[in-house]
């Protein structure tokens, strides 16, 4: 739908059911507000997207960067969203209804058995918001050492944080991560470009 099609309530409804999760799960959405546009397009800004056939998003929320990578990616492609809050799994089956999107309410660490699932190949991208940084050290290992796993050879994890502090295990488990920086987003926020080299 174009943005200037789009009812004037949304956008409110969006940041009030963001905000009311994020006063039951703080931790588990690290921000009372979605991603701004600044922080979209900064993450989004790497991806080639006349090669990117499958896309993950881990922790999509209300689909801040959902409907954007929908906007942006292939007539022809799919995006997997998984994210683990039952009321934001119902509310992107409503909200975007793409016949290119699956929404599955399951963890970020199952990224393998749900694309099985789906009999979809191994991805070029997986976008990720998830609070890795506030998660115990083996779990934020267990889903790095997953997401590289399920990647294509020259694929990429886009991860964006609040912290620095899942930056070790990203780099021990890729090798090659790019950081920046987005300072208009709220809170400012850090962006590690973790590549699967090819080959
Ligand atoms: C910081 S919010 C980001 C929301 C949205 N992508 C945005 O940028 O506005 C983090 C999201 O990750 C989800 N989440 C947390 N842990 C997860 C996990 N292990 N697997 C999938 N989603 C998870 C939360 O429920 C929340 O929706």
Redesign the pocket.
């Known amino acids: 739908m174009p943005e200037n099609a789009r009812s004037p309530l949304k956008p409110l409804s969006e940041a009030l059911l963001f905000a009311s999760n994020f006063l039951r799960?703080p931790n588990?959405?690290?921000?009372i507000v979605?991603?701004s546009r600044f922080l979209v397009n900064q993450v989004l800004e790497p991806v080639d997207w006349s090669r990117a056939r499958v896309l993950v998003e881990?922790?999509?929320?209300?689909g801040?960067?959902t409907a954007e990578i929908l906007r942006r990616m292939r007539s022809d492609a799919q995006l997997v969203a998984?994210?683990?809050?039952q009321d934001?799994v119902r509310f992107l089956q409503r909200a975007l209804p793409d016949p290119r999107l699956h929404v599955v309410h399951d963890?970020?660490?199952e990224v393998q058995p749900v694309l099985q699932r789906l009999g979809l190949p191994a991805p070029r991208y997986i976008i990720s918001?998830?609070?890795l940084g506030s998660m115990p050290d083996p779990v934020r290992t267990d889903i790095a050492v997953k997401s590289r796993a399920a990647l294509e050879p020259g694929g990429a994890f886009l991860v964006y944080q609040f912290t620095a502090r899942a930056l070790p295990v990203l780099q021990r488990t890729f090798g090659d991560v790019r950081r920046s920086f987005e300072r208009r987003n709220l809170p400012p926020a850090q962006l590690f470009m973790c590549a699967k080299r090819a080959g």
């Not at 881990?58 to 209300?62: H, I, S």
């Open positions: 799960h588990m959405l690290g921000s979605p991603s881990y922790g999509p929320g209300v801040t960067f998984i994210e683990t809050n934001f963890s970020a660490a918001g998830i609070p």
